[in-house]
């Protein structure tokens, strides 16, 4: 079993900066494919970014040049680094872990980003 949590989330004023926090745990390979999706108020859920097991990062064009993911100190542990905020950065962010062994992609439980004056 994987468990993911994310941190970090919360209120911010439109221009500013929040840094999220995936951390994983459980029966992991070494260096999983991870990444963010999110879910905008009354919108489907959409892809952020994501970082290979070589560290190659992707991003959708909405976020390219305000955000930037990464792996963090602690084993199994990535961040979303999100600068310049707008409100359409509004949503419920949900962090992924693709579990090459299993097959399968496990998602945190997400973290709400608020961003509005």
């Known amino acids: 079993q994987v468990q993911l949590v994310e941190s970090g989330g919360g209120l911010v004023q439109p221009g500013g900066s929040l840094r999220l926090s995936c951390a994983a745990s459980g029966d992991i390979d070494s260096i999983p494919d991870m990444g963010w999706y999110r879910q905008p108020p009354g919108k489907q859920r959409e892809w952020v970014a994501d970082?290979?097991?070589?560290?190659?990062?992707t991003y959708t064009d909405l976020v390219k040049g305000r955000f930037t993911i990464g792996r963090g100190g602690a084993k199994n542990t990535i961040y979303l680094q999100m600068n310049g905020l707008t409100p359409e950065d509004t949503a419920n962010y949900y962090c992924?872990?693709?579990?090459?062994?299993?097959?399968?992609?496990?998602w945190g439980q997400g973290i709400q980003v608020t961003v509005s004056s």
């Open positions: 992924f872990l693709d579990h090459r062994r299993a097959g399968t992609r496990y």
């Open positions: 970082i290979d097991t070589g560290g190659r990062t």
